[in-house]
């Protein structure tokens, strides 16, 4: 889920460049930020129309495979510690919910900062640009939390997970990748003067959003081989049958009354190992 997520970006940074190219090339020579950086960005063709109508729904894909990350990897964390989550597992917990939530907010990327500001416009609005990247940087460390937290549970699971350099030698650089990706972006910005030039060379840009899209494309090959977890489903005849799954160790805690009467948290407080319940409640 977490791989599949980093495709959709991928995915959706190829076609919005594409579209953007190919039918309104201006809007990547224009584009507000290039006073900033000097040069273009990987990122700049996908932060107005036509390119905004596709990347807006691909990314909103996004929102559900990292909640479903979270949901797993809670799981996983609950089976392979039925006595209790360690500090490791314990942080692997909140990195994919800030992961989680960080998607969600990933999605006004298109509403603060591109909008008011077409391109060849001839002043550039630099708090909402700096808000901007606050949100890109939330969702980029968020990310590579979730990473570093998946390699400190396998360095400390012998048992379960094996470590190879390689491994090692990914979170390292995955880690240098998103420090230099936000003293760059953040640098350029702060630093930012109207009529002058960019802070830093121009090729630093580039260089930091290739760097960094490298990495989150390469999570599956180079982080350790995790336990696999098999997900069973089948219908329950029964339709008096105890939907409480009393006993068992929840994803989230809420009050049994409040969960009880709201479907969202009735979900978020699902059972780690056996849970039943009814579809609609997605619904509703």
Known sequence: YLSASHEVIGITLLCTWLMTYCFVPHVIEDHLVHQMFGLHSPMFGRDFAPASWVSLPFCSINVLLTWRYMEFEETSAILLSPDGLTRVQTFGKVSARALAIASNLWLLLWVIGPIGQNPGAQSTDVFQWLLHTCIFMCYALSNYLCALAFYLEALSDEKNFKVQRSNTIFIVVYGLSVSFLAIVYFYYVLEYRVGQ??????????????????????????????????????????????????????????????????????????????????PRIYLS
């Open 197 to 278: 030039d960019p802070a830093l060379p121009p090729w630093m840009t580039p260089f930091a959003d290739i760097l960094w899209i490298t990495c989150v494309s390469s999570i599956t090959s180079f982080l350790p081989k995790e336990p696999a977890l098999t997900v069973t489903k089948e219908i329950v005849s029964d339709p008096e049958a105890d939907l409480e799954d009393e006993g068992e160790e929840r994803i989230c805690n809420c009050p049994k009354w409040l969960s009880q009467r709201s479907a969202l948290l009735r979900l978020l407080t699902g059972p780690g190992r056996t849970w039943t319940f009814y």
